[in-house]
């Protein structure tokens, strides 16, 4: 089969990973096969004690040899069912897919809270008997996380309960909540009459440069999820609740799990909020600036991404394909090649269709050593973007790949440093390109971006925060999440922005996702962070080439140690981040500059 770029079709092609589609035998076969080994793990994690002398050791290598290759397999079927019930939320079959592998998980949930029950009281010379060891010496930060994992655990008999139990509860208010927007319809009126579109085509819609269609796609929007509001509330009352408790139960707060998972310090997260803060007036007159353009005192949120300047005509999905590669190809042939590769494999689905969930995601399958794109591309500039970034999620995976499991597991802020980099190297490509009124779009898309990143992400984290303040009091409904959200994003925006969407904490799947608290927070540093690696990558060659050793180490270093060997740059300071939001008040004044010029 030749495989050629660009491609025309749209859909991705999965039948490399798993023949067959919701109907494949090769998944069957595998879930059976998951469930009995996993079984047999259970039992083996069970009878193993700690050692004593390096000589025991051997039992523990052959158990972890077996626990990351099942970890390995489990992620690659976890991500085909993922896959489909994304691609097809019309389905019954196909959104049942994920939950197939509930017991799989569970299971494997157990393993990993016997193996803390294990490492529970592990000393610290029997703990540097695993360190000390050539095998065990590459997963030092993995041990460090089971044995730190293992003291704020609760007792074993405990933790299994809460796995057994999140199974049913916790995880199935995600899933309940992914059911329920996935099939949301959103009813618009255009051309004088009503038509109905999926969330993701709905959105799509928000930033058409026509004032009447994006004020109709948020009343739409708006509409369809103030009706599944009563819904979205008590799932996150009772995810917020089960949290809450069993945050209670280990000790630590809210943000205890979420500065672990992504290795990162209290003081950096606060150091990077605080510069966010610090830029927060020369955004407010960017924004002030595009509400004068587009002709309104101040902006509605369905203005907050209008198209400015010189409409972008609608690009092809094999336009998108071409213009990103041939970006990439200036900074990193490798990287090019990659992207080339994976568009051409039909690794992407990127079709504009209804019954596709919202939102776009990396996923990689493992075990096959490849990965998917999931998105909806529109025709828009802002498709391109999301496009280019997720390649470039795929492209930090790819680099990862060769590496053993414990060192794959990567912390969102630095998993976000491919991904916003490619993104980053498509606008800078884009603007050097364009004049005039073109480069006057483009400005607004980059400080656009900026917003988000410097305002609106600091504000779902300020949401969030407040979400379990306010679940510690008593009952999350729909009226209280709506209340506080706009107090949030309206001293957040402050003056320029007159409305604001008061349904975003039901809207935003983020507040969702049970096995990731505080989805927010890693954006902004990631937007930060990137812009410091992408920043040092254009000044200095020999770190461009050095850039996969970064890449590869974002699995096994912590964000502050990493951050210091490859920028020297200490996180703890508000400087730093400072100094990697750059620019932006240049580019705030030429975009003023420019408003005046075109008015
Ligand atoms: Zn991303």
Known sequence: MSEQFPVEDPSWDLDPIFEGGVESESFDREVELLNREVDELQQEVAALELPQEQGQLGRW??????????????????????????????????????????DVQTAMRQVRV?????????????????????????????????????QRAMDRGREMLAAKLNRDGLHAWGRLYSEVSGRLEVEIERDGQMKTYSVGQAKNLMINADRSVRRAAFEGLQHAWKEASPVCASALHAIRGTQRTLYEERGGDCLTDPLEVNRVERSTIEAMFEAAREFKPVLQRYLKAKARLIGVDRLQW??????????????????????????????????????????????????DRPC???????????????????????????????????????YHGMVMKKLPASERQMPMGLAETASTLVEALVEQAALRQAGGQRRLALLDQRLERATAFLINIPARF???????????????????????TRQVFERAYGDPVAGVDELFWASKLHFFITGLPFYNFPYTFGYLFSRAVYQ????????????????????????????????DADLGSVEFWKEAAGALEEDVQRFEKSVEASL
Request: charged share 30%; proline share 2%.
């Open 61 to 102: 290598r052959q158990f972890f040899d077996r626990y990351f290759q099942i970890s390995d397999r489990l992620r690659e079927a976890g991500s085909f069912a993922r896959a489909l019930a994304s691609a097809h939320t019309d389905e019954a079959e196909a959104m049942r897919m994920p939950s197939r592998l509930d």
């Open 114 to 150: 016997q193996l803390e029950s294990t490492f529970r009281n592990i000393d610290d010379a029997q703990f540097a008997l695993f360190t000390d060891d050539e095998r065990f010496g590459q997963m030092t930060l993995w041990l460090e996380e089971l044995r730190s994992d293992a």
């Open 302 to 351: 369905y203005d907050l991404r209008a198209p400015v300047g010189e409409e972008a005509k609608e690009i092809s999905y094999s336009e998108a394909q071409q213009f990103i590669v041939d970006q990439v190809e200036e900074f990193s042939p490798k990287m090019a090649s990659f992207c080339r590769d994976a568009l051409a494999r039909r690794w992407v689905e990127a079709e």
């Open 356 to 394: 596709k969930r919202q939102g776009g995601y990396c996923t990689s399958f493992p075990v096959s050593g490849q990965i998917r794109i999931f998105m909806t591309f529109g025709g828009t500039s802002s498709g391109v973007s999301t496009l280019a970034h997720e390649l470039g999620h795929g």
């Open 462 to 484: 300020q949401l969030e925060k407040k979400m379990h303040e306010l679940r510690a009091e008593g009952r999350l409904h729909e009226e209280l999440l709506s209340d506080v």
């Open 536 to 567: 040092r990558a254009l000044d200095d060659e020999t770190f461009r080439d050095g850039l996969d050793d970064l890449l590869a180490d974002t699995g096994r270093m912590r964000c502050e140690p990493l951050a210091q060997k490859y920028l």
